[in-house]
T-cell receptor
Framework: DAKTTQPTSMDCAEGRAANLPCNHS???????VYWYRQIHSQGPQYIIH???NNETNEMASLIITEDRKSSTLILPHATLRDTAVYYC?????????????FGTGTRLTIIP | EADIYQTPRYLVIGTGKKITLECSQT?????MYWYQQDPGMELHLIHY???????EKGDLSSESTVSRIRTEHFPLTLESARPSHTSQYLC?????????????FGSGTRLTVV
């Protein structure tokens, strides 16, 4: 599976957009980009995933560059409850062989 | 909303005791997983199952064992607990990675072996 690189930590002011970058320069054609977050040692929570098109749901937007070597997770209006560790993961979508490997993630702190 | 339950939430136990951490899901998911996470550290996959009577070891070697006799139930057992087993254990399930919720995680069991 491709590796990802994320900043160790980031701060964002409450109410502003939080933009979390992720580099995955060795991503292969059948690998998706997934984002999860973990709030204070609770179980990780799925946020969003995508292959090559930009995606949006009620939680966030995912912007994937055209060459798919990097992506950005956008939380449009960050709140204090968004303080968490955010994980960017790439993994093939392959029935019977799906295991997500979590890295160290980005610790996002929302500042009041 | 998806539901996956882990019990107990916290467990303090003496060295040498046998323990079983419970994980149950009500979503009918075939795939289930156990991750281990030390405080402030990465999650490591220790066991997974793709269905009844299917169990595999994960990326991190673990002295624990698992069983999958029923779709909804994926317990993890330590035959003889040691202080090195002190950690948080997180259970997850998935239908497939394209599903709306991806992996669904339980709240975890925080195990302390004294």
């Amino acid at each position: 599976d491709a590796k990802t690189t994320q900043p160790t930590s980031m701060d964002c002011a409450e109410g502003r957009a939080a933009n979390l970058p992720c580099n995955h320069s060795t991503i292969s054609g059948n690998e998706y980009v997934y984002w999860y977050r973990q709030i204070h040692s609770q179980g990780p929570q799925y946020i969003i995933h995508g292959l090559k098109n930009n995606e949006t749901n009620e939680m966030a937007s995912l912007i994937i560059t055209e060459d798919r070597k990097s992506s950005t997770l956008i939380l449009p209006h960050a709140t204090l409850r968004d303080t968490a560790v955010y994980y960017c993961i790439v993994s093939p979508y392959n029935f019977g062989n799906e295991k997500l490997t979590f890295g160290t993630g980005t610790r996002l702190t929302i500042i009041p | 909303e998806a539901d996956i339950y882990q019990t107990p939430r916290y467990l303090v136990i003496g060295t040498g005791k046998k323990i079983t951490l419970e994980c149950s899901q009500t979503m009918g998911h075939d795939k289930m997983y156990w991750y281990q996470q030390d405080p402030g550290m990465e999650l490591h996959l220790i066991h997974y199952s793709y269905g009844v009577n299917s169990t595999e070891k994960g990326d991190l070697s673990s002295e624990s064992t698992v069983s999958r006799i029923r779709t909804e139930h994926f317990p993890l057992t330590l035959e003889s607990a040691r202080p090195s087993h002190t950690s948080q254990y997180l259970c997850a399930s998935s239908e497939d990675l394209s599903s709306r919720y991806g992996y669904t995680f339980g709240s975890g069991t925080r195990l302390t072996v004294v």
